[in-house]
């Protein structure tokens, strides 16, 4: 029975009232997700700054299903929460079609995500400066990840249980808004995973919060500790500013375009038309208009006003504004491949909410207490180099492969194979609870395991750096069409090789002490629907099972435009004035591990840039 249906109170949803109902601003951002509302907060606190956030979704501060980590399952596909975006058919992939989950509702994705608080490497970061961006580099960024977090320490109950002393607490912010901390709720499975990779020799050699420890860890979540509650962009940015007279905030505000004018020989960006209860408000951006609508959003909105490619502006009516067919290009997007392992009786998944009383008593306990298993998310990681999982001998066959030839596409690559055996090719996670692979088209029954019997434990094997690359682009003048978003999935045959080994080595952790005493024939009898991988029938399994890990960036690349970009390396969009974009579409690589924090820090370092450009 899935989470939702077990729970008949109805919970208040709290409607932002607007603080003003002026129509001039001197910044307006098109989205209030992760990255707008970072802005908004950091632009406002200069209280002769004037701030219009326009977003799509609601307010929803109070909801339980937000706030509460192990509800989180909830909210996928419900359109109260979530844009549920689809991918066209994946050609590559047994043409499957994929859910590509958005938070629709202030405070963006980091409203419905997993809670991960995990972190890129110094190389993932630096690489972005030597594609173009001069200023770009680990140590350029690093303040702003401190910046950002404000990390609890964790008891020496939980830091012993969970072996948490890889944590060096300066690295971390001790002030920033969003509040990080490990789980004080746990099985005995999350006990065992870091001890499991130490004993495969894989124990994590650092702290991964500097950018290079690999190895088997429990990370960190972006959980409020003294409320066991979400800490995301809408309770930690907006709503302890949300009483500024000089911050607007305009929600169930889906944008239509930005409004573009010449003024002479210059093409300037001087505000935002929304559409909300079916009547279209202009906005009037003084200063400037920043885009903040997500991978999927963003180059919807810029194609929308006319800037992009202009064969597809032309297809659609559009008024070609700046030729730049660089819009929409290069969607990078983690993937991961599951195995699914019955556990030995006794031991706890959220599989056993199932039954009805047990998940009666654990909302019960959580609404009482705020603790057991709602109150946390889960908090099992690895990052580990393809030399570490397949060993110093192999060299995966390097393929040639067509898309080389796109523009810029050639660096990104050089840069990836050069990493390749030394960065993080792998994430390997755990999920406390079955899923059902065939359901890719369909979040909510992906994770709502429909075995009717049984306990299981999901490993997660995730491929950090895809060479595949693909795109988001407009079928429609019509801003509530979605658009065509295709992320061209194994397109390039170096991403199903690594994989492979990914896999391999993803099914040995199962069958390794002490994970391996808490599972079923250690590690060996798997969820009905999986079977033991091998040599011979990984690359089928992959193309199976293979899922998003819901990561898009790239759309809007920060790179030289010559290079395939959109932005330059302070946001500005080529060709137009007083435009910025903003968000996960401008990383030009995809870094490892889970990326909400690294958006959190691209933005607090834009919010600098713009305070040093009034």
């Known amino acids: 029975m899935h989470v939702s249906s077990l729970l008949t109170t109805s919970w208040v949803i709290f409607a ?11 910044y307006v951002i098109a989205g209030g997700g992760t990255a707008g509302l970072v802005l908004a907060a950091r632009l406002t606190e200069n209280p002769d700054i004037t701030v219009a956030v326009v977003e799509a979704g609601e307010s929803r501060l109070d909801d339980l299903f937000i706030l509460a980590p192990g509800l989180l399952t909830a909210l996928y596909t419900d359109p109260k929460y979530d844009w549920d975006f689809h991918t066209v058919p994946q050609s590559n992939v047994n043409n499957k079609v994929y859910s590509q989950p958005r938070g629709k509702v202030l405070g963006g994705s980091s409203a419905i995500n997993f809670l991960f608080w995990t972190h890129p490497s110094q190389k993932d970061i630096n690489n972005w400066g030597y594609l173009g961006n001069a200023n770009w580099t680990w140590n350029a960024l690093k303040p702003y990840f401190k910046k950002s977090e404000e990390y609890v320490a964790p008891s020496l109950q939980v830091e012993t249980d ?5 944590i060096v607490p300066g690295s971390h912010g001790n ?46 979540l972006n959980l409020d500790l003294s409320s066991h509650t979400r800490s995301y962009a809408a309770t930690a940015y907006y709503a302890p500013n949300s009483g500024r007279p000089n911050l607007s905030v305009f929600t169930g505000a889906l944008v239509k375009k930005i409004v573009i004018t010449n003024v002479g020989s210059q093409v300037v960006a001087t505000g935002i038309q929304f559409l909300k209860d079916g009547t279209t408000t202009t906005l009037v951006a003084t200063r400037e208009v920043i885009v903040s609508a997500g991978a999927y959003g963003s180059p919807q909105i810029l194609e929308l006003s006319g800037i992009g490619k202009p064969s597809l502006l032309n297809q659609h009516g559009i008024p070609v504004v700046v030729n730049n067919p660089n819009v929409g290009e290069n969607l990078q997007d983690h993937v991961y491949v599951p195995l699914g392992f019955e556990v030995n009786p006794g031991i706890f998944t959220l599989d056993s909410f199932r039954d009805g009383a047990v998940f009666g008593a654990a909302l019960e306990e959580y609404n009482v207490n705020k603790t057991g298993p709602i109150s946390v998310s889960g908090a099992s990681s690895a990052l580990l180099s393809l030399r570490q999982i397949a060993g110093n001998s192999y060299v995966p066959p390097l393929v040639a492969n067509a898309a080389s030839s796109i523009i810029g596409l050639g660096a990104q690559y050089a840069l990836q194979l050069q990493d390749l055996f030394t960065e993080a090719v792998a994430q390997e996670l755990t999920l406390g609870a079955g899923i059902t692979p065939i359901w890719q088209n369909n979040t909510k029954k992906l994770f709502g395991n429909e075995i009717p019997t049984g306990n299981f434990l999901s490993l997660l094997g995730v491929l950090e750096h895809p060479f595949s690359r693909g795109s988001s682009h407009i079928k429609s003048s019509d801003p509530a069409v979605y658009p065509d978003i295709d992320p061209n999935y194994l397109s390039h045959p170096l991403d199903i090789e690594i994989l492979s080994k990914i896999v391999l080595h993803l099914q040995t952790i199962a069958t390794t002490a002490p994970l391996s005493n808490l599972l079923k024939g250690n590690g060996t009898v798997y969820q009905p629907g999986y079977h033991k991988i091998t040599a011979g029938n990984v690359k089928s399994w992959i193309k199976t099972a293979l899922q998003s890990e819901f990561h898009p960036s790239g759309t809007c690349s920060m790179l030289p435009k010559i290079k395939g970009g959109v932005v330059d390396e302070r946001f500005k969009v080529y060709g137009v004035k007083k435009l910025r974009v903003v968000d996960a579409s401008v990383f030009p690589l995809l870094v490892r591990a889970n990326i909400q924090s690294l958006v959190y820090a691209v933005a607090e370092r834009a919010a600098d840039f713009i305070k040093e450009d009034q």
């Open 16 to 26: 932002i009232s607007v603080a003003s109902q002026a129509t001039s601003f001197d």
């Open 162 to 166: 969970l072996q948490t002393q890889f």
């Open 175 to 220: 002030s920033g808004p969003i509040k990080t901390g490990f789980p004080d709720w746990y099985s005995e499975l999350t006990e065992a995973w870091p001890r499991t990779y130490a004993n495969r020799g894989l124990a994590v050699n650092g702290d991964p919060k500097d950018g290079l420890a690999l190895g088997g860890y429990t990370n960190l």
